[in-house]
Antibody, heavy 118, light 107 residues
Framework: QVQLQESGPGLVKPSGTLSLTCAVSGGSISSNNWWVWVRQPPGQGLEWVGEIFHYGSANYNPSLKSRVTISVDKSRNQFSLDLNSVTAADTAVYYC???????????WGQGTLVTVSS | DIQMTQSPSSLSASVGDRVTITCRAS??????LNWFQQKPGKAPNLLIY???ILQRGVPSRFSGSGSGTDFTLTINSLQPEDFATYYC?????????FGQGTKVEIK
């Protein structure tokens, strides 16, 4: 059973960098899947942030592209999200998930709330 | 970007009712359409992928249909545990995009 667990600071200052890590267990990050970040502002809908494949190929949401980087650490079986120049609009629950392709986002982390505030 | 539009935004229904939620894409996505259920404080849960394939472990009262631009999620005989928010999502192209959600509430 694949499990994903997000970790990182729950509070980030405006103009700072939001950094989160997603640890994958029960499966290899080098498997034939994309690894995804999705966020959800409080009381709002879901927004795809971006994705990465294990060899490093990444795709980002154009609305965030200039500020976001997703990376993978195969030795630790985890992937990470960095979002810089954050504002209050980046306050959200951030989820990591596995995109298995045909069956879409089939495994999710429990989510972590990141608040941007001074 | 492909825009996904769900209707209605919310609905009230009773246990035992049949519920239908629709999702429209701004361009054809063939059958690259997925449905998720989300309960408060929880991560979304995949219900249906490729428009009509039921994810393992999901009750058979859930079904999906459609292709091209118009899709439907149907819940037959609504159960108490089905009161939640439902999202459609296209996996035809990046950026992956979600509908705005449909909240199913108890009447």
């Amino acid at each position: 059973q694949v499990q994903l667990q997000e970790s990182g600071p729950g509070l980030v200052k405006p103009s700072g960098t939001l950094s989160l890590t997603c640890a994958v267990s029960g499966g290899s990050i080098s498997s034939n899947n994309w690894w995804v970040w999705v966020r959800q502002p409080p009381g709002q809908g879901l927004e795809w942030v971006g994705e990465i494949f294990h060899y490093g190929s990444a795709n980002y949401n154009p609305s965030l592209k200039s500020r976001v980087t997703i990376s993978v650490d195969k030795s630790r079986n985890q992937f990470s999200l960095d979002l810089n120049s954050v504002t209050a609009a980046d306050t959200a629950v951030y989820y990591c998930a596995r995109d298995s392709g045909l069956s879409s986002f089939d495994y999710w982390g429990q989510g972590t709330l990141v608040t941007v505030s001074s | 970007d492909i825009q996904m539009t769900q209707s209605p935004s919310s609905l009230s229904a009773s246990v035992g009712d049949r519920v239908t939620i629709t999702c429209r894409a701004s361009q054809t996505i063939t059958t690259y359409l997925n449905w998720f259920q989300q309960k408060p404080g929880k991560a979304p849960n995949l219900l249906i992928y490729s428009a009509s394939i039921l994810q393992r472990g999901v009750p058979s009262r859930f079904s999906g249909s459609g292709s091209g631009t118009d899709f439907t999620l149907t819940i037959n005989s609504l159960q108490p545990e089905d009161f939640a928010t439902y999202y459609c999502q296209q996996s035809y192209s990046t950026p992956r995009t979600f509908g705005q959600g449909t909240k199913v509430e108890i009447k």
